[in-house]
Nanobody, 115 residues
């Protein structure tokens, strides 16, 4: 089995920064793409950013220029550097990892941005 554990969520003021981490462990074969999603109260889960095994990144329009996704393949870890945070970034942030045909999910970490 594979486990993903997120960390780094916190309460921060608008304009501040946070760095989320997500480490994969267990029976890891080969991780293809890794993702960060978020879900705000009463809203659907949305894709925030993705990164392939080769380092190609993609971002939601709402976070472009403010968030940066990166990964350390040796550590099976993906990061999300968030800056210029806004109250609308408040959500539970989930990481996901795609291995062959299965996508594994973390339990989520809460990010709250106060105005």
């Amino acid at each position: 089995q594979v486990q993903l554990v997120e960390s780094g969520g916190d309460l921060v003021q608008a304009g501040g920064s946070l760095r989320l981490s997500c480490a994969a462990s267990g029976r890891i074969r080969s991780i293809n793409a890794m993702y960060w999603y978020r879900q705000a109260p009463g809203k659907q889960r949305e894709l925030v950013a993705s990164i392939t095994s080769g380092g190609t990144t993609n971002y939601a329009d709402s976070v472009k220029g403010r968030f940066t996704i990166s990964r350390d393949n040796a550590k099976n870890t993906v990061y999300l550097q968030m800056s210029s945070l806004k109250p609308e970034d408040t959500a539970v942030y989930y990481c996901a990892a795609q291995m062959i045909i299965t996508t594994y999910w973390g339990q989520g970490t809460q990010v709250t941005v106060s105005s």
